[in-house]
């Protein structure tokens, strides 16, 4: 074990990145699959896919950062800060827009549906995407200095919000709707941790004879 850990703090920034995307693969089944007990909703919002990418982002930052307590526990509050925003945000957008579109069409009669609106959770979805990896990226850059630069937070932000558009899926005739939220926890979970693992890799250093190493 101690061989495989010295191997992954070694790892180059494609590598940490295709590491953490396959973790991040896990937490998003787990975001998808696992029923949500009551315990774990914070206004209305369920929280455990936060806290399970939250570990795989953590244990990123351990092997490649910082295993400080604190910095650890900054991390895995911004995760579930970032997943609250995005989901609230969302959820507020969405149900503005189908309280506008109720409005203009008339009073409501009994068992009256708002219709569905092809790619309007989509929009909605990078909103909310936008919201999400913007905090993310906001607070976890405090206490993780090599996240503290415009390519980093540019591509994961970019990266969330595209992401984002795969809340579609959920619901909808056309035919990328799944009626899951699988595609998005995987795209959204699976994208941004490895953008953030490329961000973590040691810069390199030059050596003698113009060579260049990790430092």
């Known amino acids: 074990m101690s ?8 790892a180059t920034a494609c590598e ?10 896990g937490s998003a089944l787990l975001s998808w699959g696992l029923p949500e007990p009551d315990i774990v909703f914070f206004h209305k919002t369920p929280m455990l896919p936060a806290l399970w ?10 092997l ?6 604190f910095t650890l526990v900054i991390v895995l509050v911004a995760c579930g800060i970032a997943w609250l925003a995005a989901f609230e945000t969302t959820v507020h957008v969405n149900g503005s827009i189908e309280d506008q579109i109720v409005s203009q069409s008339g009073a409501p009669v009994p068992n009256f549906s708002v219709p569905i609106v092809n790619y309007l959770l989509g929009l909605c ?7 999400g990896s ?7 850059s405090t206490v993780v200095s ?13 990266i969330g919000t595209v992401a984002g558009f795969f809340l579609e899926c959920l619901v909808g005739e056309w035919f990328i709707h799944t009626d899951s939220l699988l595609p998005l926890f995987l ?10 693992a490329y961000s973590l890799a040691k810069p390199m250093a030059a050596t003698g004879g113009g060579q260049f190493r990790q430092i």
């Open 3 to 10: 061989g495989i850990i010295r191997r992954l703090k070694s």
């Open 16 to 25: 940490r990145a295709l590491v953490l995307a396959v973790l991040a693969l």
């Open 53 to 62: 990418f939250g570990l795989v982002l953590c244990a990123g930052v351990a």
């Open 64 to 69: 490649w950062s910082s295993r400080s307590p």
């Open 125 to 131: 979805g990078m909103l909310g995407g936008l919201i």
């Open 134 to 140: 913007g905090v993310l990226v906001l607070i976890v």
């Open 146 to 158: 090599s996240i503290r630069s415009v390519p980093a937070w540019t591509r994961t932000i970019l």
């Open 187 to 196: 795209i959204w979970q699976m994208s941004v941790a490895a953008s953030l």
